[in-house]
């Protein structure tokens, strides 16, 4: 298994070396204007923002069960298909990411 000790999120101190690389390269305020970069930021931006916005109202909704605001059959119909639609979203999101990665990484490509 590889070292995944620099990636665990709520642990490190900073980005790695070469991610710190190209956020320096490439600040956010770039991003905008940058012929190559601007779709794509966009999309992953956007993406991003979703995840948020959907993971606070899943949140949100888990204590509305609980809290007697919803009883478990519209709790189930309420969660379900938010939570379904977030997952299947961010499986997508993480594949269309590794695709990106391996195809622009050299060396050996995954299969």
Do not use: C
């Not at 109202?57 to 309420?78: C, H, K, Q, V």
């Amino acid at each position: 298994m590889a070292d995944t000790a620099g990636f665990l999120l709520l642990e490190r101190e900073g980005l790695p070396d070469d991610l710190r690389w190209l956020a320096e390269k490439y600040p956010r305020e770039i991003w905008q204007a940058h012929a190559n970069i601007h779709g794509v930021a966009n999309m992953w931006l956007q993406r991003h923002d979703m995840f948020r916005e959907l993971g606070g109202m899943l949140t949100s909704g888990i204590g509305d069960y609980p809290e007697g605001r919803l009883n478990a059959p519209e709790f189930a119909r309420w969660f379900a298909p938010r939570l379904n639609h977030f997952l299947g979203n961010l499986d997508g999101h993480h594949m269309s990411r590794t695709i990106i990665i391996s195809r622009s990484s050299p060396g050996p490509r995954p299969v």
